[in-house]
Antibody, heavy 115, light 110 residues
């Protein structure tokens, strides 16, 4: 089944950092843009950001709510995308999904920012 | 507040048709044919139902259809079934090369 696997979620204090991973298989990872999308409990989907492929210069873009705090990267040799989250706030608490921006979605990993 | 506006809820009886709207602007929905629709059941990841305004991925029932007029995209579900009960989200590419989602619509099958 084509489904990325997210990992790295957990409990972190406000102001702290966390790095999520998204290990993909079953599709042409290196040729795909990879997105991160989050969902707070009981709330809607919120696009976090994306990284394009090597052919598109690994261009990144971010939502205004995370710009300057979050960084997306990828390692095509490992078929893995990453989300580095710094200066975390309570409002960053959510389930974080990685996706190809279309039909491939992981099951998500939970990030809780709390003291 | 989401950049794309969806009704919070819609409902219909089995066999009926319903339509969910997604209103944006010329900087997103109206400016590009990159509108997608997702179905999400509780505790599950979103599932792509429509991409590029009106295209259905393989395996998605032809009861689901999408369209767009101006700055508003629509998802229509015909022959409503109990299994269609879920949350539905639209998304659109934007002029800032970002993606944005609507606030979501809860579909209730009566």
């Amino acid at each position: 089944e084509v489904q990325p696997v997210e990992s790295g979620g957990g409990l972190v204090q406000p102001g702290g950092s966390l790095k999520l991973s998204c290990a993909a298989s079953g599709f042409t990872f290196s040729g795909s843009a990879m997105h991160w999308v989050r969902q707070a409990s009981g709330k809607g989907l919120e696009w976090v950001g994306r990284i394009r492929s090597k052919a598109n210069n690994y261009a990144t873009a971010y939502a205004a709510s995370v710009k300057g705090r979050f960084t997306i990267s990828r390692d095509d040799s490992k078929n893995t995308a990453y989300l580095q989250m710094n200066s975390l706030k309570s409002e960053d608490t959510a389930v974080y999904y990685c996706s190809n921006g279309k039909d491939v979605w992981g099951q998500g990993t939970t990030v809780t920012v709390s003291s | 507040q989401s950049a794309l506006t969806q009704p919070a809820s819609v409902s219909g009886s089995p066999g009926q048709s319903i339509t969910i709207s997604c209103t944006g602007s010329s900087s997103d929905v109206g400016g590009y044919n990159y509108v997608s629709w997702y179905q999400q059941r509780p505790g599950k990841a979103p599932k792509l139902m429509i991409y590029e305004v009106s295209n259905r991925p393989s395996g998605v029932s032809n009861r689901f259809s999408g369209s767009k007029s101006g700055n508003t995209a629509s998802l229509t579900i015909s022959g409503l079934q109990a299994e269609d009960e879920a949350d539905y989200y639209c998304s659109s590419y934007t002029s800032s090369s970002t993606l944005e989602f609507g606030g979501g619509t809860k579909l209730t099958v009566l």
